[in-house]
């Protein structure tokens, strides 16, 4: 992890901070319907199935309406381009997704969280 991914990774620790991302950068109407009083931060660390340990970045929850909106910033500066990166991008939902299954926060039979992709 480089110095520029902790310093963004610890920017958007702040509550106030994903508000105003989500405000700027996210022109869909919906935005403005976010309880951002409930904004939550989770836990980043996943074990994969070979039970080797993942970090992602920054995943956050608030309220929309009646549900919970998972917020995930997945932030990398490479010096190298990395053509695989939209997988990579999709293993970090994917283990997130895993991890919510795993601790029973989705009950049998519940959907998982709608994908919504916003990428800047």
């Known amino acids: 992890m480089t110095e ?13 901070m994903v508000e105003d991302l989500l405000k700027g950068f996210v022109k869909e109407d919906w935005v403005n319907t976010l309880d951002f009083s409930s904004l939550e931060k989770l836990d980043t660390h996943h074990i994969a199935d070979n039970f080797k340990e993942r970090i992602s970045d920054v995943i956050w929850r608030v309220r929309l309406k009646e549900q919970w909106l998972y917020v995930c910033i997945l932030l990398e500066f490479q010096s190298t ?40």
């Open 4 to 16: 520029f991914d902790q310093g963004y990774k610890l920017l958007f620790s702040h509550p106030e």
């Open 81 to 120: 381009v990395d053509e695989y990166m939209a997988l990579r991008c999709l293993v970090y939902i994917g283990l997130f997704y895993q991890d919510m299954l795993r601790t029973k926060q989705i009950a049998p039979g519940d959907k998982l969280p709608e994908r919504r992709w916003q990428t800047h």
